[in-house]
């Protein structure tokens, strides 16, 4: 189960809030027996997934932290870029892949863009998710099978047919992942340590910590960076209101964001992702360089060195040295790897964004300022353009 610590943070605050509350996302069940039956029929080597947004980043989170589990090749499609598309389409045959496009609402200009252009290509095996508009309708005419998007906001919907689906095409465990979030979901101690994390970040926003740095300890995490980042933000940024949060991968932002970190404004809360447990894989340094010297260590040191325990070094060797400069800070640890634990953490990444929009009177399930843009979008389109019509 994931666990929580934190410095100069308090994780136990009390408050009116009843934690017990259930959000749509929570209570949703996916039919995983019926799904398992209903997939079946795919046969392909290759799969391309259209989604922007909410609609893929979920996805993304599972597909990255799970990667090495699938056999498939997988190609996500989240740009209109032309040279990018021409890229895919080059590399996947027509007769072997399946192309997956996700919209709640059906109306993603850029996503019908890009399921216009693998037609183009001739591309004839599709299937979509979606709760109707554009793309529903696109589907009933050209007799692609659609799955429903149920009324839960893509950001949300880390534990629907979204995100599911795909990852039950790539043969991923996807009970494991929903029985991890449930865990969260329904530990009523941990909720309240999110909750208290939450609304102790607002009350530090309000001190002028304006930022969360956010390094994950694992290259497999990247998925839910960008699922952070998107909840965080589309969540929160609103009202002149909401924290920025800066994702990255460590140990490698080690080497350029640190100095930011701990040398810049004093602006920034640490939250920090570990992973306990990772494979037991030694370095064996050869004779010939075992006195070789790296600022003061000679290699002869490292020999027998587990590669688990180096990385556990360089993360401990931020975590003290934030505690020596006093930056308040959330360690958020997970024990290995694995599909129970993705959904561990797209349920506590689901949890403080709500909760944070809640401490600062906000509707958690909005984005006023998203829609705004894609509106815009639509306009230029049409106005700049209109020669099919």
Not at 58 to 80: E, G, N
Not at 227 to 232: E, G, I, K, P
Not at 296 to 320: N, P, T
Request: glycine share 8%; aromatic share 10%; charged share 20%.
């Amino acid at each position: 189960m994931i666990t929580l610590k934190s410095h100069k943070i308090n994780l136990n605050l009390k408050s009116g809030f009843d934690v017990n509350k259930e959000f749509e996302f929570m209570k949703y069940k996916f039919d995983v027996k019926r799904y398992r039956k209903v997939l079946r029929k795919f046969k392909f080597d290759n799969l391309i997934i259209i989604g922007y947004g909410g609609s893929i980043n979920s996805f993304k989170a599972i597909y990255y932290a799970l990667k090495d589990k699938v056999s498939k090749r997988v190609f996500i499609v989240d740009t209109v870029e032309p040279e990018y598309l021409m890229s895919v389409a080059r590399q996947c045959s027509k007769n072997n892949t399946l192309i997956i496009a996700v919209s709640k609402s059906g109306n993603t200009i850029s996503l019908i863009e890009d399921l216009i252009f693998f037609m183009n290509k001739g591309f004839k095996n599709i299937i979509t998710i979606t709760s109707g508009g554009a793309l529903e309708e696109i589907s009933n005419r050209m007799n692609f099978e659609v799955f429903n998007h149920p009324n839960i906001g893509g950001r949300f919907a880390g534990l629907t047919e979204c995100a599911l689906i795909p990852s039950m095409l790539l043969s991923l465990n996807v009970n494991n992942i929903i029985k991890g979030a449930r865990g969260v979901y329904n530990n009523k101690t941990l909720r309240v340590k999110i909750f208290s994390m939450a609304k102790s970040f607002l009350e530090l926003e309000k001190r002028g910590y304006t930022e969360i740095f956010a390094p994950a300890y694992s290259h497999y995490l990247a998925g839910i960076n960008l699922l952070a980042t998107q909840l965080v933000h589309e969540t929160t940024g609103k009202d002149g209101l909401g924290q920025t949060i800066l994702t990255t991968i460590s140990p490698e932002s080690q080497h350029e964001t640190n100095q930011r970190f701990f040398g810049g404004r004093k602006n920034m809360i640490g939250l920090f992702t570990i992973v306990k447990h990772h494979r037991n894989v030694q370095l064996k340094v050869l004779n010939k360089i075992k006195n070789v010297n790296v600022d003061g260590l000679q290699l002869g040191h490292m020999d027998r060195l587990s590669l688990a325990d180096s990385i556990s070094y360089e993360a401990d060797g931020v975590i003290k040295t934030a505690e020596k400069f006093k930056i308040p800070f959330v360690k958020v640890s997970i024990d290995k790897l694995g599909e129970s634990s993705i959904g561990e953490l797209i349920a506590f990444w689901q949890l403080f964004s709500v909760y944070s929009a809640i401490v600062r009177g906000q509707n958690p399930f909005d984005q006023p300022e998203v829609e705004h843009s894609k509106l815009l979008t639509a306009r230029l389109i049409k106005n700049n353009s209109g020669r099919g019509i």
